[in-house]
């Protein structure tokens, strides 16, 4: 019985740090409807500068000092991301604020590791707090009662902070109507920035508190992200309440999971997270909300087909295509081999991203299922790799056909937020089931047969799927069911009023890229000889949304090059530099806030600018109105 | 002149909403801006305050140019804005949506307190902390008139103060109007309703398709039933 306490407490102690960065986020987007990816980059910042500073300051106060001392510099170093980044993006669509916040956590991973090394650093005991009390013979840290007290002492003065003060007042105001609050003649730049500071505070002590209990290491953020975007979708978004009743759940769930499913604890968080979702789809103390702003929708270019000129000139890029075995080495061929897997990759995110109008941050799970699948069927059933291809993929159409089920329930960022926690999921199941996945150490020889084992055989065979994929899912979006998918991206309540079921459709959309995606993990697998739990990864998941909107979101198949500028950058990228997160993190801010419409979105905005110039196409867009007075 | 627009162009994406919108409010005034529903009065409003993103044109307010300032810049400088729908903090108490928009003292506007405001709209009074989004639409309409006079505006743009609302209602809103104007702020309503504009107006002006197509007193309009038939569903 004393385990059992003893157990509870200590998922109390988890639950405080938890609580920080969950309320911290929740603030945030209360206000600025920013989901700040890098609140765990701040998590993590947190925690590195309290380590330099508690082992640089002994003692009660350089310890206690060095807390809050290191919260407030990230508080500080908050200020000035929101001043210099997010300013120029709060009009942004969300996804772009989503990704514009992932870059930075990306260069943030490398940054760490440049300063402190990529070396696990341990930090000093609590003054004051070194012992442990002893409950019926089991030992509990005193330092966890101390955080086990300090969570609901946080919430009370957070509580006190929106209830009894004008700047909490506003700060509430503008969670319900920010242009409101404008016109009451209160300065938003100003409130956001303080809102932001007040989260990233947050965030940094939540990481700064946990030096005692845990090592600091550069991969926390991710992990801590994962557990707060599962806080926050439980427990509703912009819920402080919430957050800490959330924080306190997952918290105790993973401390009790442990000890009825030891290798795949997470399962359980999930399951009531799916519980929660079908009960109260904005969480226990959250609110639905006002419908999201449209992901793509910069502009208002209608799609059409491509012209009968269009489709010889894609055909003739094929043909040039195929020819390159007969010019480039097997290098080369390898590469084109990645990248043609990559389009496929791409272009499925793409059709659900532009067509669907639903941003996933979790894409690599279907991906990564589809490459298992062939591991699963080459290996250990042993069948030949033409069933292999065509049964493989299917386990990412399992995949996406579960996930996709409760992630079509919701939209915009809760969309994103849980499709990214599936992914993470899948992922830890991957990395912790060794018994069946071989764990980190993946599954290996997993090669083609021989008619496509050469580079150029291997090349064609990439190549050919690619096309054929592109070219379905390209009718797709000028099918009926292409037609329907967009009517509910554009507006889900009125296609519903006109007898869409917008569920469906979309769950259908989710599981057509769930499958595509899995084909692509299928041929990447044989590519590689090899699948690793990073196939599901969340950086995968990223190198995906990143292809699709530097292609250009608002386009048909801007995926495609997108993926293809994407990936040829990031193998040359990888070969040349220690720090390619820095460098790709910073270059997907700079798409972000610089170049929104990608390079077939920029291309087509040319074109469509000269086409202007000449009197006939002019004023296409304002005729109708204009003569309508 | 308190307020005077000119050439007031505005968009809404590729479409073109207003049209070389023009018109003055002295100092004191109250001036009626009549129109059926999507003749642009909302938009126009919206447009002065800096809500509508694509503007141009010139707006000067106490003789300064605002038409290139932030919101919250305008409004702080006196202009008042009471939006059509309400839109009070439905989880804010009444004294915390007086809160949100309370500025400091202005010298030359008049100023006003919470217990004033109670004063004025006795109905508040008996329900200072009942949240915002309990209320009726009456109640509501008086909260978010007294939640813009919190800023001690010398200029307030009132957008349909009478929709939706009991006669009995539309009474209280009479004084309260009558009121502010007594106590020397300036006040340009919008309305579809010419009796309720009749017994408040010391002018009017009427838009119809994001034009200006009248402006004059209210004799003026009652001498051209014309104008009035054309432009005003009665």
């Not at chain 1, 060095?66 to 407030?72: H, N, P, R, S, Y």
């Not at chain 1, 242009?179 to 920035?193: C, H, P, R, S, Y």
């Given at each position: 019985m004393a385990f059992y306490v003893v157990q509870f407490l200590t998922g109390l102690a988890s639950a405080a740090s938890l609580f920080l960065v969950a309320s911290g986020l929740s603030i945030i987007f209360g206000v600025t409807r920013i989901?700040?990816?890098?609140?765990?980059?701040?998590?993590?910042?947190?925690?590195?500068?309290?380590?330099?500073?508690?082992?640089?300051?002994?003692?009660?106060?350089?310890?206690?000092?060095?807390?809050?001392?290191?919260?407030?510099?990230?508080?500080?170093?908050?200020?000035?991301?929101?001043?210099?980044?997010?300013?120029?993006?709060?009009?942004?669509?969300?996804?772009?604020?989503?990704?514009?916040?992932?870059?930075?956590?990306?260069?943030?991973?490398?940054?760490?590791?440049?300063?402190?090394?990529?070396?696990?650093?341990?930090?000093?005991?609590?003054?004051?707090?070194?012992?442990?009390?002893?409950?019926?013979?089991?030992?509990?840290?005193?330092?966890?009662?101390?955080?086990?007290?300090?969570?609901?002492?946080?919430?009370?003065?957070?509580?006190?902070?929106?209830?009894?003060?004008?700047?909490?007042?506003?700060?509430?105001?503008?969670?319900?109507?920010?242009?409101?609050?404008?016109?009451?003649?209160?300065?938003?730049?100003?409130?956001?920035?303080?809102?932001?500071?007040?989260?990233?505070?947050?965030?940094?002590?939540?990481?700064?508190?946990?030096?005692?209990?845990?090592?600091?290491?550069?991969?926390?953020?991710?992990?801590?992200?994962?557990?707060?975007?599962?806080?926050?979708?439980?427990?509703?978004?912009?819920?402080?309440?919430?957050?800490?009743?959330?924080?306190?759940?997952?918290?105790?769930?993973?401390?009790?999971?442990?000890?009825?499913?030891?290798?795949i604890s997470i399962i359980l968080v999930f399951l009531v997270m799916a519980v929660v979702l079908i009960v109260r789809p904005w969480g226990l103390f959250g609110r639905p909300e006002a419908p999201a702003r449209k992901t793509p929708g910069l502009t208002v270019n209608p799609w059409r087909p491509l012209t009968s000129n269009e489709r010889l000139a894609a055909l003739a890029v094929l043909v040039v295509a195929a020819m390159l075995p007969l010019v480039a080495g097997n290098y080369v061929l390898t590469v084109g081999s990645e990248i043609a897997i990559f389009v496929i990759f791409a272009v499925s995110l793409h059709f659900l991203m532009s067509v669907g109008g639903l941003a996933s941050f979790g894409h690599a799970a279907y991906f990564g299922l589809g490459a298992y699948g062939i591991a699963f069927l080459a290996k250990m059933a042993g069948l030949p790799m033409i069933v292999c291809l065509l049964l493989g993929p299917l386990l990412g159409c399992l995949g996406a056909a579960v996930f996709g089920f409760f992630a079509v329930q919701l939209s915009g960022v809760y969309f994103a937020m849980l499709t990214l926690a599936f992914a993470q999921i899948v992922w830890s199941i991957a990395f912790q089931w060794v018994s069946v996945t071989g764990g980190d150490n993946g599954i290996l020889g997993v090669w083609p047969e021989k008619w496509a084992a050469s580079p150029s055989h291997f090349y064609w065979l990439a190549l050919g799927v690619a096309a054929l994929v592109t070219i379905a899912l390209r009718i797709a979006v000028f099918s009926p069911f292409g037609y329907a998918l967009r009517a509910t991206r554009d507006s889900a309540l009125r296609s519903e009023a006109i007898g869409i079921n917008a569920k469906r459709i979309r769950w259908t959309a989710f599981v057509i890229a769930g499958t595509t995606a899995g084909i692509g993990g299928a041929l990447f697998a044989y590519l590689k000889g090899s699948v690793f739990p990073d196939n599901l990864g969340i950086s995968l998941s990223v190198d995906a949304l990143v292809m699709v909107l530097l292609g250009g979101v608002e386009t048909v198949s801007g995926a495609v090059i997108g993926a293809i500028v994407y990936k040829a950058l990031n193998i040359w990228l990888v070969s040349q530099t220690d720090l390619s997160k820095l460098v790709l993190g910073a270059f997907i801010v700079l798409i972000v806030v610089v170049f929104p419409k990608g390079i077939v979105g920029m291309l087509e905005m040319l074109a469509q600018r000269r086409g202007n110039a000449s009197p006939p196409g002019s004023a296409l867009l304002a005729k109708p109105i204009e003569s309508a007075e | 002149m308190?307020?005077?627009?000119?050439?007031?162009?505005?968009?809404?994406?590729?479409?073109?909403?207003?049209?070389?919108?023009?018109?003055?409010?002295?100092?004191?005034?109250?001036?009626?801006?009549?129109?059926?529903?999507?003749?642009?009065?909302?938009?126009?409003?919206?447009?002065?305050?800096?809500?509508?993103?694509?503007?141009?044109?010139?707006?000067?307010?106490?003789?300064?140019?605002v038409s290139a300032r932030p919101t919250h810049e305008i409004v702080r400088s006196g202009l008042g804005y009471v939006p059509e729908e309400r839109r009070i903090f439905t989880d804010l108490t009444v004294e915390e949506n007086l809160e949100v928009g309370r500025q400091p003292k202005r010298v030359n506007a008049p100023y006003w307190t919470r217990e004033k405001l109670f004063a004025l709209f006795p109905n508040l009074n008996e329900m200072r902390n009942r949240p915002g989004g309990r209320m009726s639409g009456g109640e509501q309409q008086m909260l978010t008139i007294a939640r813009t006079l919190m800023g001690n505006p010398s200029l307030v743009l009132l957008d349909e103060p009478s929709e939706g609302l009991s006669p009995k209602i539309v009474e209280q809103m009479v004084d309260a109007i009558l009121t502010m104007k007594k106590e020397g702020v300036s006040i340009v309503v919008s309305e579809q309703n010419l009796h309720f504009a009749r017994l408040i107006s010391d002018r009017a002006y009427i838009i119809e398709r994001g034009r200006i197509c009248f402006g004059g007193t209210m004799a003026e309009l009652d001498a051209r039933p014309d104008i009035r038939d054309a432009h005003l569903s009665l």
């Open positions: 989901v700040n990816f890098a609140h765990g980059a701040f998590y993590m910042i947190g925690a590195y500068i309290a380590f330099t500073l508690t082992d640089r300051f002994a003692g009660a106060f350089g310890f206690w000092g060095g807390i809050v001392a290191a919260a407030l510099a990230v508080a500080l170093i908050g200020v000035v991301v929101e001043m210099v980044l997010l300013r120029r993006i709060y009009h942004a669509p969300e996804l772009f604020q989503l990704l514009a916040t992932f870059g930075l956590t990306l260069m943030v991973e490398d940054l760490v590791v440049l300063i402190w090394g990529p070396d696990d650093l341990l930090g000093p005991r609590a003054p004051g707090f070194k012992g442990a009390v002893d409950f019926f013979g089991q030992n509990i840290p005193s330092y966890d009662l101390f955080l086990i007290v300090l969570g609901p002492v946080v919430l009370g003065i957070l509580w006190l902070l929106f209830q009894r003060t004008r700047w909490g007042v506003l700060v509430r105001a503008a969670t319900q109507d920010r242009d409101m609050v404008a016109a009451l003649g209160v300065n938003q730049k100003w409130l956001f920035t303080s809102v932001f500071a007040v989260g990233v505070f947050l965030a940094a002590l939540g990481g700064a508190l946990q030096i005692p209990r845990d090592a600091v290491h550069h991969a926390m953020d991710l992990r801590i992200i994962v557990e707060v975007f599962v806080v926050v979708v439980i427990g509703g978004l912009g819920s402080i309440v919430g957050a800490f009743v959330a924080a306190v759940l997952v918290s105790e769930l993973n401390a009790f999971g442990i000890l009825i499913f030891p290798k | 308190k307020l005077t627009v000119q050439d007031l162009n505005s968009h809404y994406g590729p479409a073109h909403i207003l049209f070389d919108i023009g018109f003055e409010v002295g100092d004191g005034e109250v001036v009626a801006l009549l129109g059926r529903n999507g003749a642009g009065k909302s938009t126009t409003f919206r447009s002065i305050v800096g809500l509508v993103a694509q503007r141009s044109g010139r707006i000067m307010f106490e003789g300064k140019d």
